[in-house]
């Protein structure tokens, strides 16, 4: 199983950046997906959640500014990030491998760096 994850970047506060993560060697249409993410110095947190069947969770501090889809053609899963704020900086990494989205999966991408100037 692979997570190729893309689409990071340096933004200006207020910018937008989408990420994209290309699932392979996974049974895709059953699993939940999501986006995690480690800011410097800190722990990883969880961004958002999409279930096998779309339905999505975000953590309150992305509620609004971040959108989480998934194209089960195409094996991918997206995080579309609006309005980024410099606290938004992070090692970005989307995960899958399990089918509850409530589930934290085995299987990890290899991270895309997201850095937002003030």
């Known amino acids: 199983v692979q997570l190729q994850a893309s689409g990071g970047g340096l933004v200006h506060s207020g910018g937008s950046l989408t990420l994209s993560c290309l699932a392979s060697g996974l049974d895709f249409r059953v699993n939940a997906l999501g986006w995690y993410r480690r800011p410097p110095g800190k722990e990883r947190e969880r961004v958002a959640t999409?279930?096998?069947?779309?339905?999505?969770n975000y953590a309150d501090s992305v509620k609004g500014r971040f959108t989480i889809s998934r194209d089960n053609a195409k094996n991918t899963v997206y995080l579309q990030m609006n309005n980024l704020q410099p606290e938004d900086t992070a090692v970005y990494y989307c995960n899958g491998g399990h089918t509850s989205p409530n589930v934290v999966g085995i299987y990890w991408g290899q991270g895309t760096q997201v850095t937002v100037s003030s």
């Open positions: 999409i279930s096998s069947t779309s339905s999505t």
